[in-house]
């Protein structure tokens, strides 16, 4: 198309000095058959190109299929298993802890923790134009931009809860793996509000598990409060009841 316009270009320049109406009425019909031929080159090339697209885009939905095919469960081919994804992290030299793999599932919309459906790594893999594990491997600190931005970790956020539910009808998650959560998608950000907070965690006995409204107030707490001070914290305020435990606590532990 960019030729095609090149054509265009050049024409205009070859087009004579407009000294007369004579002249005026030749240099628009010239360019009208330039367009003309243009539209013509265009329209009568277009199933040409969508066709180059279409094999284009069929040849990179092959590789991306044949990628799944060497991590795929070997009794069924139709998903990922948590074997697979540790040999998918070993090739990709992070650990499977590693943030980012999380963020992988995120841009999947994985549903089962630990596995990956054909469809969610298509999904993800054709989005981040990775259709080998080099390729992957170079996507993911893009990846990672795209999740951090603003937009996208409150959404990862609330994703990273949803998808260590494991169990049907399941609705909190215990505190051991909480701990371990907050420390992946809250550390590098928060460090120290984590820190504190899952020293509380571990020390308290009135909560076994966390719900999703106590996940959400953590988060909402880490960007609204001065920390460590805590100086813009009120009690009074609709925060989960184990954040105000956790206030006191602090002030307790300051005094």
């Not at 995120?106 to 999904?123: D, L, N, P, S």
């Not at 998608?185 to 076994?208: E, P």
Request: glycine fraction near 2%; proline fraction near 3%; charged fraction near 25%.
């Amino acid at each position: 198309v960019s030729s095609l316009w090149s054509i265009y270009y050049f024409s205009l320049k070859l087009l004579p000095p407009l000294r007369s109406f004579s002249l005026l009425k030749l240099s628009c019909l010239r360019l009208r058959c330039v367009v003309e031929g243009i539209e013509f080159i265009f329209f009568s090339h277009s199933d040409l190109f969508r066709s180059a697209s279409s094999k284009g885009c069929s040849k990179e939905m092959d590789r991306i299929d044949h990628l799944f095919n060497h991590y795929a469960n070997r009794s069924s081919s139709h998903f990922i298993d948590p074997e697979g994804i540790e040999e998918l992290c070993s090739n990709l030299e992070v650990s499977h802890t590693d943030i980012r793999i999380l963020m992988l599932a995120w841009k999947m919309k994985a549903e089962k923790q630990g596995y990956f459906t054909r469809e969610e790594w298509r999904r993800a893999l054709k989005a981040l134009r990775a259709d080998t594990i080099s390729k992957l491997k170079k996507a993911l600190p893009e990846l990672e931009k795209e999740v951090r931005r603003p937009s996208n970790f409150s959404d990862f956020y609330v994703y990273a809860f949803r998808y260590c539910l494991t169990e049907e009808k399941q609705k909190s998650i215990d505190i051991e793996t909480i701990c371990q959560l907050l420390d992946i998608v809250l550390g590098s950000t928060f460090r120290a509000q984590v820190d504190y907070f899952v020293d509380y965690l571990k020390i308290q006995n009135d909560y076994k598990v966390i719900n999703m409204d106590q996940w959400l107030g953590f988060y909402r707490f880490c960007n609204e409060i001065s920390f460590p001070d805590m100086s813009n914290y009120n009690p009074e305020l609709a925060w989960p009841l184990i954040l105000d435990n956790f206030f006191e606590w602090m002030r307790e532990k300051e005094a």
